[in-house]
T-cell receptor, first 111, second 112 residues
Framework: ELKVEQNPLFLSMQEGKNYTIYCNYS?????LYWYRQDPGKSLESLFVLLSNGAVKQEGRLMASLDTKARLSTLHITAAVHDLSATYFCAPFDNYGQNFVFGPGTRLSVLP | SQTIHQWPATLVQPVGSPLSLECTVE??????LYWYRQAAGRGLQLLFYSVGIGQISSEVPQNLSASRPQDRQFILSSKKLLLSDSGFYLC???????????FGPGTRLTVT
């Protein structure tokens, strides 16, 4: 069974700062999604990472995937308040044939 | 374009009462459909998924059940709700099991 950890679970940062969210998973996976959830809202897809070494960037967010290390990162550059949300990673469980969601990282960007 | 609907948006039900949540998808055929539950401040727990009409896979044994009476309709039910059933219920669809999932707006259920 694929297990997913995210670190940190809570992150409070000031505007303009950089930070990285880590997503570790326990068994082989060949694709991974990052989702964003605003308070009280549904999930919105941010990135899909389909191969080892994949890197995707949009705006102030950049995601990468290292399948050998079973690690994905979501890097935030020069944070702004609008990025405040909960971020979930979801690697695909090759055995169970479904995505498994991490516990989420609740990000709060302070002025 | 594809859209996904869920209703009701919010629901308050007493313990022991029945439950029926509905999810419908428009603009696609033979989608994979999923029910997730999110407890307050927590991650997503996959409850059921379906790859076709009448085909339901259960991920977590509990007092909930799911049905897919039509290609683009997915229903989550319970005969008797428990307090622990409270949460945010999300329906999602995808074109295949390893493909991106698109989530509906969710139903917030409070069991009192």
């Amino acid at each position: 069974e694929l297990k997913v950890e995210q670190n940190p679970l809570f992150l409070s940062m000031q505007e303009g700062k950089n930070y990285t969210i880590y997503c570790n998973y326990s068994t082989t996976s060949d694709r991974l999604y990052w989702y964003r959830q605003d308070p009280g809202k549904s999930l919105e897809s941010l990135f899909v990472l389909l191969s080892n070494g994949a890197v995707k960037q949009e705006g102030r967010l950049m995601a990468s995937l290292d399948t050998k290390a079973r690690l994905s990162t979501l890097h935030i550059t020069a944070a702004v308040h609008d990025l405040s949300a909960t971020y979930f990673c979801a690697p695909f469980d090759n055995y169970g044939q479904n995505f498994v969601f991490g516990p989420g990282t609740r990000l709060s960007v302070l002025p | 374009s594809q859209t996904i609907h869920q209703w009701p948006a919010t629901l308050v039900q007493p313990v022991g009462s029945p439950l029926s949540l509905e999810c419908t998808v428009e603009g696609t055929s033979n989608p994979n459909l999923y029910w997730y539950r999110q407890a307050a401040g927590r991650g997503l727990q996959l409850l059921f998924y379906s790859v076709g009409i009448g085909q339901i896979s259960s991920e977590v044994p509990q007092n909930l059940s799911a049905s897919r009476p039509q290609d683009r309709q997915f229903i989550l039910s319970s005969k008797k709700l428990l307090l622990s059933d409270s949460g945010f219920y999300l329906c999602a669809w995808s074109i295949g099991q390893s493909y991106e999932q698109y989530f509906g707006p969710g139903t917030r259920l409070t069991v009192t």
